[in-house]
């Protein structure tokens, strides 16, 4: 059964850093296409990052470019988001998912993900 767990929330203040991690079971993490979305309250799913393993490819939205970093290791069944200069507005539920069903190009529609973990919470102080 694939199974996606998050971790590595929790609260920091503005400037600050966090790691998340998403730990992967069953077939999920040979999913060649991986990403982190975020939702904050009263809001829609928003895309984060995605990474295709595969030559390494990275995306990422506009607004964490630059900040944050994407990154997954195939020995220990785990993708990461490494979250740098926080602000108040990346507070939101983190959730990783897998399995996109379409092309690369729909990696930023939270309908194309198969896959889904439970989220993991990232409140940011001002």
């Known amino acids: 059964q694939e199974q996606l767990v998050e971790s590595g929330g929790g609260l920091v203040q503005a400037g600050g850093s966090l790691r998340l991690s998403c730990v992967a079971s069953?077939?999920?993490?040979?999913?060649?296409?991986m990403t982190w979305f975020r939702q904050a309250p009263g809001k829609e799913h928003e895309f984060v990052s995605a990474?295709?393993?595969?030559?390494?490819?990275?995306y990422y939205a506009d607004s964490v470019k630059g900040r944050f970093t994407i990154s997954r290791d195939n020995a220990k069944n785990t993708m990461y988001l490494q979250m740098n200069s926080l602000k108040p507005e990346d507070t939101a539920v983190y959730y990783c998912?897998?399995?996109?069903?379409?092309?690369?190009?729909?990696?930023?529609?939270?309908?194309?993900?198969?896959?889904w973990g439970q989220g993991t919470q990232v409140t940011v102080s001002s």
């Open positions: 998912a897998a399995g996109l069903m379409g092309g690369i190009a729909t990696r930023t529609s939270p309908a194309s993900w198969k896959y």
């Open positions: 069953g077939s999920t993490f040979s999913s060649s296409r």
């Open positions: 990474i295709i393993w595969s030559g390494g490819i990275t």
